[in-house]
């Protein structure tokens, strides 16, 4: 037995692993934790290589649960982008249990979209949960706004050359097509939002504030005042009459919330309740940044113009 | 200001040698002139190397001050045009843009000393601390005949209606090097031996401390130290994240209250590299578990080994399957063998995530050796069988519902019990749950009685946020 335990102990006891990089030829295996990532690094990668992600659409990122599937998402994965902020942090436990060490954060096959951002909604003063689920590094929701994507995709693309520096010059073709799509569609959404400059937007969850940055909405509040916690009657009581004051017109409520509440708020307010999905994919034919960008702005527009 | 004040003085100086130099040799304007070109030049130059300097530094300066968050790398872009009245978004039309990420500044002696939650300071970065510390605590409620009080044989043995705290623990984790991880968890909580009030103490212990080494070869990954092993379905799961309140009857009656635990030894476990989930885990433990085993030495190991397969079926679900095994020895030099097959499917509302139903049921046999009866020779094999199941109903985030049945056989003495355990929980946040559960007991054998009880459990936790398993 006692042999047994000396050849396992020395096996296990053996130097880290020596990471065979991928070679040219071999397609990029890219991972995303969440569906924006996902959408805007496809358009990155293009045919060079597959890109999945590790939460499906349209489900919430704040109630994750760990799934086998997972870990074996990640235990395939050659690269991984993460937000980098707390909104996909369920996916160190998942790397630590996929025996992939390439993915551990902090080693150079983890990319963080946030790196170099502006980031809106840091936390000051001391935190603790009587706040609620809060992120204290900040609004982790920054895709929304089209114009944080330069810095996202060159994070993305920067992270992607430097594992597979041969693929530089398609990747960095790639982004800049990715861009000037952007570019064209944010005229047309810019103009699409110009008559509701300024207008004031209650969202029941905290994830807008970088989308209604981009488009000059002003955001009135949040019904979900405390993240993960029911709002108080004295918040909602305020938070109604503010919006009969500045004759609010829309509650924007995630697809993945219930909307008892946004509705009651909303009908006491003379509002109405706009369900949209907060990520692409959620609802078919959105699934790229683009389509899921158009999807929300139309909809945006179309309530407020009612 | 001073770098600049250096520079006025240079070119002074400069200017007044060149003037004096000129007065005194009475040089031809064409000279003059070159010369003053010549100076002008050096002047350019020194300005041009103090400007960078001065970038340079602020460069500096900035990357102090946003702490080791770099600027984004630089790349050309289109700009995307932002509009914005308020806070205007600034894409860089460059790619690089400043960093303003949260500041985290050390904490002064003052600040360490002022009286705050404790996960605040474990706030990774930001309290200084490089490691995470979660609190969790769970107290139960047990309510029961006088009976069931005075035979101390209800589910909390000797601890038949009263209010204790059946786990505190705290917990410390992160990451070691970029290598390893580690947890520490030490927890405290009532134990009673006979029910006696004399007996009943709160036991402070070391319920878990290992190591695990990330990065080994074949995609290894191996725990060493005092843990949980990977045995079964709910056995590694805590006392205070167990789907009921109380451990199904089988891991209590093959195991002890808390089931396979506080095994210290190696463990390693791989994810095989297929298109299907396989997760194989083995295990090399002292065999301290007395109620099993108990030989508690490395010459008789405890051995362990799970295989786990999980089916994704997309918005039909998820079905996880486990077979486990742990064979070791008892003190008297008798092999225990605990063999065990699980089944856990789980189906989530496609849109918001609710409502959820979970399926879940484990079955156990316990194959040991004892010694023969008096007056019979040899040793006696007994074969002992166990096992529950379970379905939940959470209708929305907050509401939960569900029933357990258990049946189970004692592990060496004759007899055996089954079990109902309608239950239902409110979580009026992540972190903070209420379960009431009714159980009713009947067994026979050696553990001849009719048992009803009401538990009530309040569990929170403080810190670090738990990530949900399925």
């Given at each position: 037995m006692?042999?047994?335990?000396?050849?396992?102990?020395?096996?296990?006891?053996?130097?880290?692993?020596?990471?065979?990089?991928?070679?040219?030829?071999?397609?990029?295996?890219?991972?995303?934790?969440?569906?924006?990532?996902?959408?805007?690094?496809?358009a990155?990668?293009?045919?060079?290589?597959?890109?999945?992600?590790?939460?499906r659409?349209?489900?919430?990122?704040h109630?994750?649960?760990?799934?086998?599937?997972?870990?074996?998402?990640?235990?395939?994965?050659?690269?991984?982008?993460?937000?980098?902020?707390?909104?996909?942090?369920?996916?160190?436990?998942?790397?630590?249990?996929?025996?992939?060490?390439?993915?551990?954060?902090?080693?150079p096959?983890?990319i963080e979209?946030?790196?170099?951002?502006?980031?809106?909604?840091?936390?000051?003063?001391?935190i603790?949960?009587?706040?609620?689920?809060?992120?204290?590094?900040?609004?982790?929701?920054?895709?929304?706004?089209?114009?944080?994507?330069?810095?996202?995709?060159?994070?993305?693309?920067?992270?992607?050359?430097r594992?597979?520096?041969e693929?530089?010059?398609?990747?960095?073709?790639?982004?800049?097509?990715?861009?000037?799509?952007?570019?064209?569609?944010?005229?047309?959404?810019?103009?699409?939002?110009?008559?509701?400059?300024?207008?004031?937007?209650?969202?029941?969850?905290?994830?807008?504030?970088?989308?209604?940055?981009?488009?000059?909405?002003?955001?009135?509040?949040?019904?979900?005042?405390?993240?993960?916690?029911?709002?108080?009657?004295?918040?909602?009581?305020?938070?109604?009459?503010?919006?009969?004051?500045?004759?609010?017109?829309?509650?924007?409520?995630?697809?993945?919330?219930?909307?008892?509440?946004?509705?009651?708020?909303?009908?006491?307010?003379?509002?109405?309740v706009?369900?949209?999905?907060?990520?692409?994919?959620?609802?078919?034919?959105?699934?790229?940044y683009?389509?899921?960008?158009?999807?929300?702005?139309?909809?945006?527009?179309?309530?407020?113009?009612? | 200001?001073?770098?600049?004040?250096?520079?006025?003085?240079?070119?002074?100086?400069?200017?007044?040698?060149?003037?004096?130099s000129?007065?005194?040799?009475?040089?031809?304007?064409?000279?003059?002139?070159?010369?003053?070109?010549?100076?002008r030049?050096?002047?350019?130059?020194?300005?041009?190397?103090?400007?960078?300097?001065?970038?340079?530094?602020?460069e500096?300066?900035?990357?102090?001050?946003?702490?080791?968050?770099?600027?984004?790398?630089?790349?050309?872009?289109?700009?995307?045009?932002?509009?914005t009245?308020?806070?205007?978004?600034t894409?860089?039309?460059?790619?690089?843009?400043?960093?303003?990420?949260?500041?985290?500044?050390?904490?002064?002696?003052?600040?360490?000393?002022r009286?705050?939650?404790?996960?605040?300071?474990?706030?990774?970065?930001?309290?200084g601390?490089?490691?995470?510390?979660?609190?969790s605590?769970d107290?139960?409620?047990?309510?029961?005949?006088?009976?069931?009080?005075?035979?101390h044989?209800?589910?909390f043995?000797?601890?038949?209606?009263?209010?204790?705290?059946?786990?505190?623990?705290v917990?410390?984790?992160?990451?070691?090097?970029?290598?390893?991880?580690?947890?520490?968890?030490?927890?405290?909580?009532?134990?009673?031996?006979?029910?006696?009030?004399?007996?009943?103490?709160?036991?402070?212990?070391l319920?878990?401390?290992?190591?695990?080494?990330?990065?080994?070869?074949?995609?290894?990954?191996?725990?060493?130290?005092?843990?949980?092993?990977?045995?079964?379905?709910?056995?590694?799961?805590?006392?205070?994240?167990?789907?009921?309140?109380?451990?199904?009857?089988?891991l209590?009656?093959?195991?002890?209250?808390?089931g396979?635990d506080?095994?210290?030894?190696?463990?390693?476990?791989?994810?095989?590299?297929?298109?299907?989930?396989?997760?194989?885990?083995?295990?090399?433990?002292?065999?301290?578990?007395?109620?099993?085993?108990?030989?508690?030495?490395?010459?008789?190991?405890?051995?362990?080994?799970?295989?786990?397969?999980?089916?994704?079926?997309?918005?039909?679900?998820?079905?996880?399957?486990?077979?486990s095994?742990?064979?070791?020895?008892?003190?008297d030099?008798?092999?225990?063998?605990?063999?065990?097959?699980?089944?856990?499917?789980?189906?989530?509302?496609?849109?918001?995530?609710?409502?959820?139903?979970?399926?879940?049921?484990e079955?156990?046999?316990?194959?040991?050796?004892?010694?023969?009866?008096?007056?019979?020779?040899?040793?006696?094999?007994?074969?002992?069988?166990?096992?529950?199941?379970?379905?939940?109903?959470?209708?929305?985030?907050?509401?939960?519902?569900?029933?357990?049945?258990?049946?189970?056989?004692?592990?060496?003495?004759?007899?055996?019990?089954w079990?109902?355990s309608?239950?239902?929980?409110?979580?009026?946040?992540?972190?903070?749950?209420?379960?009431?559960?009714?159980?009713?007991?009947?067994?026979?054998?050696?553990?001849?009685?009719?048992?009803?009880e009401l538990?009530?459990?309040?569990?929170?936790?403080?810190?670090?946020?738990?990530?949900?398993?399925?």
């Amino acid at each position: 037995m006692f042999r047994i335990l000396i050849a396992a102990a020395l096996a296990l006891a053996a130097t880290p692993a020596t990471l065979i990089p991928a070679s040219a030829a071999d397609p990029l295996r890219v991972l995303a934790t969440l569906p924006d990532l996902w959408s805007i690094t496809r358009a990155l990668v293009g045919d060079l290589g597959e890109v999945k992600v590790a939460t499906r659409p349209g489900q919430n990122p704040h109630d994750l649960e760990i799934r086998p599937s997972q870990i074996l998402l990640v235990k395939r994965a050659e690269i991984l982008v993460r937000n980098g902020l707390e909104e996909d942090s369920w996916i160190d436990p998942v790397i630590e249990s996929s025996g992939n060490p390439r993915l551990l954060r902090g080693a150079p096959s983890v990319i963080e979209a946030v790196r170099g951002l502006e980031i809106l909604k840091v936390r000051t003063g001391p935190i603790d949960r009587s706040l609620g689920d809060v992120h204290p590094s900040g609004n982790p929701h920054f895709t929304l706004d089209p114009g944080t994507l330069p810095i996202v995709t060159a994070n993305i693309v920067a992270g992607l050359a430097r594992l597979r520096p041969e693929l530089t010059d398609r990747l960095q073709a790639n982004r800049q097509a990715f861009l000037d799509e952007v570019a064209t569609a944010m005229r047309r959404w810019t103009d699409t939002m110009l008559p509701y400059r300024g207008e004031p937007v209650v969202s029941y969850h905290d994830s807008w504030p970088y989308f209604y940055r981009a488009f000059g909405l002003e955001e009135l509040g949040v019904i979900e005042d405390r993240p993960g916690v029911p709002p108080s009657p004295q918040h909602l009581v305020a938070l109604i009459r503010r919006m009969r004051e500045r004759r609010v017109k829309v509650v924007v409520v995630e697809s993945w919330y219930p909307t008892a509440t946004a509705e009651t708020v909303a009908r006491a307010a003379g509002a109405r309740v706009l369900t949209v999905p907060q990520s692409p994919g959620a609802v078919k034919g959105t699934d790229t940044y683009i389509t899921h960008l158009d999807a929300l702005v139309t909809t945006l527009a179309r309530a407020l113009g009612e | 200001m001073r770098t600049r004040g250096r520079c006025s003085v240079t070119v002074l100086v400069f200017l007044s040698v060149a003037t004096l130099s000129g007065g005194a040799h009475a040089q031809d304007a064409d000279t003059l002139r070159r010369e003053l070109e010549q100076l002008r030049e050096q002047f350019a130059t020194v300005s041009r190397s103090y400007e960078q300097r001065l970038k340079e530094l602020s460069e500096r300066l900035q990357q102090l001050e946003t702490r080791g968050v770099p600027p984004a790398p630089a790349a050309t872009a289109p700009t995307v045009p932002s509009s914005t009245t308020a806070t205007p978004s600034t894409p860089a039309s460059t790619g690089t843009t400043a960093a303003p990420t949260p500041r985290a500044t050390a904490p002064t002696l003052a600040d360490l000393a002022r009286p705050r939650q404790p996960f605040e300071l474990a706030q990774p970065g930001r309290g200084g601390l490089l490691f995470d510390i979660g609190v969790s605590g769970d107290f139960v409620a047990n309510l029961t005949s006088s009976a069931r009080e005075r035979n101390h044989d209800g589910t909390f043995a000797g601890r038949e209606n009263r209010v204790f705290p059946r786990e505190v623990e705290v917990g410390f984790f992160g990451r070691v090097d970029p290598y390893a991880s580690a947890v520490v968890r030490i927890s405290a909580g009532e134990e009673s031996s006979n029910g006696e009030p004399s007996s009943r103490e709160l036991n402070v212990r070391l319920d878990e401390a290992n190591i695990t080494l990330l990065t080994l070869p074949l995609g290894t990954t191996a725990r060493i130290g005092l843990m949980r092993p990977r045995f079964g379905t709910l056995n590694t799961v805590h006392q205070d994240d167990l789907p009921q309140v109380d451990r199904p009857d089988v891991l209590t009656r093959f195991f002890g209250e808390e089931g396979l635990d506080g095994e210290s030894g190696v463990e390693a476990f791989w994810v095989l590299p297929a298109s299907m989930y396989h997760e194989i885990a083995l295990g090399v433990f002292n065999g301290d578990n007395e109620v099993a085993f108990g030989r508690g030495s490395l010459r008789d190991p405890l051995i362990t080994g799970r295989w786990r397969t999980f089916l994704e079926f997309e918005e039909h679900g998820g079905l996880q399957i486990d077979v486990s095994a742990a064979t070791g020895v008892t003190p008297d030099d008798h092999r225990t063998t605990v063999a065990g097959l699980g089944v856990k499917y789980k189906w989530i509302g496609a849109r918001t995530g609710f409502p959820v139903v979970t399926l879940a049921a484990e079955g156990l046999g316990s194959f040991r050796t004892v010694d023969a009866a008096e007056g019979e020779s040899g040793d006696r094999h007994l074969e002992r069988w166990g096992g529950y199941a379970y379905v939940q109903y959470d209708v929305n985030r907050r509401w939960a519902a569900g029933v357990r049945g258990d049946w189970t056989e004692l592990p060496v003495e004759r007899g055996r019990e089954w079990a109902v355990s309608p239950y239902a929980q409110f979580k009026p946040s992540e972190f903070l749950r209420f379960r009431l559960q009714y159980k009713h007991t009947e067994g026979r054998g050696a553990v001849e009685r009719v048992a009803d009880e009401l538990f009530l459990q309040g569990s929170f936790i403080l810190g670090a946020h738990p990530t949900e398993r399925f």
